[in-house]
């Protein structure tokens, strides 16, 4: 998936004026990106808190302790993204309306969720959130030359791929262990 593909308002920031041996075209360019990258980890953060409160059904206790420890990792993130928009020069988006626009994931609205459900939808977001990570750092390297950026994208990489990971385990666990996993019953 190319991360262009993505951009629904491309274009949309404007660089301070800066000199930190980036061409204006790349500050205001990467910020793009990031704006998309903000906002999809702004909907993941909701959604992974959501299902955090409205999970409903087996193994609740440690479903329930994963999506905290994974939507705080996600809150660090959002704040070091935009942190990184304003060392670019540019504004950072800051409203709700503003990161559902620029984002690529669907919100999905509060309701009780099971735990096949949730582990499936959280895994494919951040399946999604890696594709597009991946496919930003190689044209923030190739195209702008911000290493700075590359490397904070190819942290937050490795942080998904980690919490996809953990995402994937637990659904093997609740697909295969079900019966042998004692917290099932309480
Ligand atoms: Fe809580």
Redesign the pocket.
Known sequence: MAWHLQLRMAMTTTAETIDIGLKTDALTEVSDILQQVLADAHVLYLKT?NY??NLAGGRFHSL?ALY?EQYKAIEISIDEIAERIRMLGCASPGSMSEMLSFASLKERKGQLITPDDSLASLLSDHETVIQILRAAIASIEDSYQDAGTADLLTGLLQDHEKMAWMLRSMTALETNDSQQDPSRSQ
Request: aromatic content about 20%.
């Open positions: 808190r955090h409160w329930h905290e």
